[in-house]
């Protein structure tokens, strides 16, 4: 298996511009998690998915993101407008669907800067 | 609700020293317990985790930790430090609450030097 598949690998856009980014967890994983780390703030949950659901997104900073699972194998990660203080390394991790006892399978990251 | 603390943020050895990085966790509920590292521009990796059973865990490139229940700990060792291990380690806990939520602690970044 290839792994997490993340797209871009890095992005760099300007204030306002909308950017998505995409992944592609790993075949049969039922789990899909969004962090972003930053220096200031480390390893956050942006949200979590299961079965395609949105499970928990408490972590999502603010209304300008969102986050879609449309099937099994692909997920995205928007933001609109977006903002300078967005600029971070955002990595979409999978996990086999058996709760608590499962390790994070993490992509490679996408790497944003917001001019 | 769980945490996880990592007791210093930078560690540095010499090349061939003990590696020893420090993490404890508070949790209501019998935990799952992971180590994972980070290298550069590279996404995070599993080194090595507790589930139940055998306290002492080994991992991947002469990693172990050692689950300790009465001290709330997890702390990571590996007898002799290698450059190449020089990388970004989180401890993380996770707990099933119904669902179920994996917590990272903030990180310890290891300098091995020569």
């Known amino acids: 298996d290839a792994g997490v598949i993340q797209s871009p690998r890095h992005e760099v856009t300007e204030m306002g511009q909308e950017v998505t980014l995409r992944c592609k967890p790993i075949?049969?994983?039922?789990?899909l998690f969004w962090y972003r780390q930053t220096m200031m703030r480390g390893l956050e949950l942006l949200i979590y998915?299961?079965?395609?659901?949105?499970?928990?997104d408490s972590g999502m900073p603010e209304d300008r993101f969102s986050a879609k699972m449309p099937n099994a194998s692909f997920s995205t990660l928007k933001i609109q407008p977006s903002e300078p203080r967005d600029s971070a390394v955002y990595f979409c991790?999978?996990?086999?669907?058996?709760?608590?006892?499962?390790?994070?399978?993490f992509g490679p990251g996408t790497r944003l800067t917001v001019l | 609700a769980q945490s996880v603390t990592q007791l210093g943020s930078h560690v540095s050895v010499s090349e061939g020293a003990l590696v020893l990085l420090r993490c404890n966790y508070s949790?209501?509920?019998?935990?799952?317990l992971f180590w994972y590292v980070q290298y550069p521009n590279q996404g995070l990796q599993l080194l090595l985790k507790?589930?139940?059973?055998?306290?002492l865990v080994k991992g991947i490139n002469g990693f172990e930790a050692e689950f300790k229940k009465s001290e709330t700990s997890f702390h990571l060792t590996k007898p002799s430090a290698h450059m190449s291990d020089a990388a970004e380690y989180f401890c993380?806990?996770?707990?099933?609450?119904?669902?179920?939520?994996?917590?990272f602690g903030a990180g310890t970044r290891l300098f091995v030097k020569a």
């Open positions: 991790a999978s996990s086999l669907d058996r709760g608590a006892v499962d390790e994070q399978f």
């Open positions: 075949s049969g994983h039922n789990s």
């Open positions: 998915f299961n079965n395609n659901v949105p499970i928990d």
């Open positions: 949790s209501s509920v019998p935990p799952y």
């Open positions: 507790y589930t139940t059973g055998a306290t």
């Open positions: 993380a806990v996770s707990v099933n609450t119904g669902g179920f939520k994996t917590i």
